[in-house]
């Protein structure tokens, strides 16, 4: 069990939103900053639009909002705060100023955490005091939804705050990945940008809309990853003998232009391509309306996923 009762999310956009709902549902105390109180109003609207879903996945009956504080002032933040979540915008510069001023408002026992996607904790945590203490917790949109988070040690950080900081993500029912070095992208993140910068050339190409690669992944990969991930999956593509068989008709491919991986460059071209594709896709939709969705969608299939897991973890 996690000793850590009072946590402060830094940054409350997309993703420190998501930690603020997970949090509460899961009877943390939560202190939240942002610039604005302006943004307090978007926050509460949306507790209020994914709360059904997170009652649903995690059984709770109701949510707590006397648990959730919002100030402008980081230090009253970050006062008694146990585990300090940044959410800020992702930027090597702000960040590493931002970590600067928490770590000098925070206890000095408390984590810090930083949700970036994927740069470097040393870099990061380089002017923040007690950088034994900062790590990467790197989750995944729709955070009140997904379990995985990713932590990653900085150059400095001690194996006891990496342990406490894995506690904390299991109290809040997450699969936390233990990342051994830091890495550019940690992992997810650099198959996702491998998988998006790919995408990125074909669209510019003018091979197909972004519709067409999106029904690509959903049909196939797609319904297949959530079960099971690329290698094990390939594994099977080998017939009786997996991957062994999988390698000797597969292996020769590598050596096949099949992908770029340098990624093209953002011209306007490409990004009205990107624009205007995922606008036809929403088909009039406000997202909002889709994250209804997926959200419903996600807690339906973990529900049903918990049933397979177990028979092959
Ligand atoms: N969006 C995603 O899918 C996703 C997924 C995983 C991780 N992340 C990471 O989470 C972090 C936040 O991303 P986001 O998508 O929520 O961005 P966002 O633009 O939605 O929100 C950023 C928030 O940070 C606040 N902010 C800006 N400068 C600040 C500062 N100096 N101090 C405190 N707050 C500040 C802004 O007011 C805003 O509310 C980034 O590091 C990003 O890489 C994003």
Known sequence: MSSIKKV??????VIGAGWIIRCLAHNKIV???DKDLELKKNLLSEIKRTWPFVKKLFNKKKL??????FFTSIEQTLKDADFIQECATENYSLKTKLMSTIGKYAKSTSIIASSSSGLLPTRIYSKCKNPERGIIGHPFNPVYLLPAVEIVPGKRTSKKNLNLAKKFYKSISMNPIMVKNELPGYLSDRLQEALWREGLHIINEGYATTEEL???IEDGP???WSLMGTFLTFHLAGGKTGMKHML?????ALKLPWTKLKAPKLSKKLSSRLISGTV???KGKSVAMISNIRDQYLVDIQKLRKKYEKKLR
């Open 31 to 33: 202190y939240a900053f």
């Open 248 to 252: 000797e008709q597969f292996g020769p």
């Open 222 to 224: 797609g319904l297949r």
């Open 214 to 216: 999106d029904r690509a």
């Open 64 to 69: 707590n909002l006397n648990n959730f504080h």
């Open 8 to 13: 402060a999310i830094i940054g409350t956009g």
């Open 280 to 282: 036809k896709q929403a």
